[in-house]
């Protein structure tokens, strides 16, 4: 069965802190691959979006993607108390329409 | 851009009682459309996903059915809820790939 993996946490991170955040995925046909956060009681936000091996980056955000080893990852520089949410890895599996989604990261930025 | 509406936000209603969730978007035309349930400290389960007027596909077989009567209309029902439909229940559209949410729409079976 094709899954995407992600900790559950919850990450601790003082704040001004890097965040890393990694999510692995079994379906080597993947191609497309998101990063999204859920405040809690809200619905997901698509905050990154990561095509190609290498780093993106967006901002205070980073997206690593490694296909040969199959993870993908988000770094959060300078994090604040108000990047505290769950970040939801999303993947674009081979024959299936909608977009794979692991269980999500709590994380949490103390101040 | 495209704007996505779910109503109600929240719900309470007893077991065995019916239900109906509606979806509806603005700003695209035929969009492949959505529903995902997230329960409690879970991620995100795929029910149905729509790729135009009355085509349906579901995901996992269940106390749940969903139709689109119109191109930016999709609807999530059930003739008899279970306390294992409790969950937070969120429609979304496809573009370039990318999920975009609705609001969603808090369901409590009790």
């Known amino acids: 069965q094709k899954e995407v993996e992600q900790n559950s946490g919850p ?3 003082p704040e001004g802190a890097i ?14 691959f998101f990063w999204y956060r859920q405040y ?6 698509l905050i990154m979006s990561i095509y190609s091996n290498g780093d ?8 690593q993607l490694n296909k040969a080893s ?14 505290s949410a769950t970040y939801l890895c999303a993947v674009s599996e081979t024959g299936r329409r909608a977009l794979t989604f692991g269980s999500g990261t709590r994380l949490q930025v103390q101040p | 851009s495209q704007t996505i509406h779910q109503w109600p936000a929240t719900l309470v209603q007893p077991v065995g009682s019916p239900l109906s969730l509606e979806c509806t978007v603005e700003g695209t035309s035929n ?11 879970r991620g995100l389960q795929l029910l149905f996903y ?29 003739k008899k809820l279970l306390l294992s439909d409790s969950g937070f229940y969120l429609c979304a559209l496809d573009e370039s790939r990318k ?6 729409t808090r369901l409590t079976v009790v």
Do not use: H, M
């Open chain 1, 11 to 13: 990450l601790s991170v």
């Open chain 1, 19 to 32: 965040a890393s955040l990694n999510c692995t995925y079994s379906d080597r046909g993947s191609q497309s």
């Open chain 1, 40 to 45: 809690s009681g809200k619905s997901p936000e």
């Open chain 1, 56 to 63: 993106k980056e967006d901002g205070r955000f980073t997206a």
């Open chain 1, 70 to 83: 199959q993870y993908v990852s988000l770094l959060i520089r300078d994090s604040q108390p108000s990047d």
């Open chain 2, 31 to 41: 969009p492949n459309l959505y529903w995902y349930r997230q329960a409690a400290g």
């Open chain 2, 50 to 78: 729509s790729v135009g007027i009355g085509q349906i596909s579901s995901e996992v077989p269940q106390n749940l059915s969903a139709s689109r009567p119109q191109d930016r209309q999709f609807i999530l029902s059930s």
């Open chain 2, 99 to 104: 999920a975009f949410f609705g609001q969603g």
